[in-house]
């Protein structure tokens, strides 16, 4: 079954005057107890933070939270020691564990892009940390790329404690891309730019896909695009 979510049905939140960010999932002050996750993923930000605004130091726990950076730069320290800068083409992961404090601040004059997704862990009482990534998000096209993930073997990228994996794809105008899924795993699709055509759907710039029960999806670039691919788990038994 495949579910789209047009761009316009986002909540948009400008709770400071530095913060844009559209809630794809409730958060913060958007409750909708019919869309509160999609399978382990519990948070979708689509966010735009000012020059020398950001998110102070605030306290986590038991969730994994992954962020790409699409355009600018942030600077991250935390209650555990970590600092670093992330910048374009860059990818975070924190792992809340047991618990720590950390902020997000964009030290520049430009607005700095991102997505933030959060995701329930796969086990709980972890011991907090940190990673990021040089990615290379808008390096590689017509491929789905992983960026964060739960398996092992995969290299060169984050590693997040979840049965899930996120994945980037630039795709170029008419080149299309198969994605093999499963009953027992959902698909979240997100457009940050272009347009695609998936399994006889239009999908269009900031719109969201979300698929269940499917076991193939053709991914076609009707224009230039560039999307993120969530594989998610069903059941909570498999998070």
């Not at 984050?158 to 630039?170: A, F, G, H, R």
Request: proline fraction near 5%.
């Amino acid at each position: 079954m495949l579910k789209l979510i047009p761009a316009t049905d986002r909540y948009h939140a400008t709770p400071t005057n530095w913060l844009s960010s559209y809630y794809l999932l409730s958060y913060a002050d958007y409750n909708d107890p019919n869309n509160e996750h999609f399978g382990p993923m519990r948070a979708f930000n689509d966010a735009t933070i000012q020059g020398k605004g950001g998110y102070p130091q605030q306290p986590r726990s038991e969730m994994e939270i992954v962020t790409l950076v699409l355009d600018g730069e942030l600077q991250h320290n935390d209650t555990v020691g970590n600092r670093g800068t992330i910048k374009k083409g860059d990818a975070q992961r924190i792992t809340a564990g047991t618990g720590l404090a950390h902020a997000e601040m964009n030290a520049t004059d430009t607005p700095t892009h991102i997505f933030q997704i959060w995701l329930l862990p796969s086990q709980s009482g972890l011991a907090p940390c940190y990673e990021q990534k040089d990615v290379n998000l808008f390096d590689t096209s017509n491929k789905l790329v992983p960026v964060a993930s739960g398996q092992k073997v995969l290299e060169d990228l984050l590693y997040i404690n979840s049965n899930s994996t996120i994945y980037w794809c630039n795709l170029d105008a008419d080149e299309t891309v198969r994605f093999k899924t499963f009953p027992i795993r959902n698909t979240f699709i997100y457009v940050l730019e272009g347009q695609l055509f998936v399994n006889g759907l239009d999908v269009g710039t900031s719109d969201q896909l979300r698929a269940t029960d499917e076991h193939v999806l053709e991914i076609q670039a009707t224009v230039d695009a560039r999307f993120v691919l969530l594989d998610l788990p069903v059941s909570p038994a498999n998070y």
